[in-house]
């Protein structure tokens, strides 16, 4: 394995861990401030908002790559 391909695996690893945990914070923040449902479901949409543009971003350069 050289070095490319340890940089682009650890980086998706790394990124969809600190996605799912991103995921959990939002769900916290939600209970705690409790929001109810439409409270959650805008929580998670405008907050979820900027992980939805990294996950297109990979699969954008994965299909314009091949």
């Known amino acids: 394995m050289d070095e490319a391909q ?3 695996l650890s980086v998706t ?3 969809s861990g600190l996605m799912i945990y991103m995921g ?8 705690e401030s409790k929001a109810g449902k439409f409270g959650t479901i805008m929580l998670f949409f405008v907050l979820g ?5 990294f996950i297109v971003k990979e699969i954008l350069t994965k299909v314009l790559t091949h």
């Open 13 to 15: 690893i790394l990124c």
């Open 24 to 31: 959990f914070i939002i769900y916290n923040l939600a209970k």
């Open 49 to 53: 908002f900027g992980m939805l543009g």
């Open 6 to 8: 340890f940089t682009t």
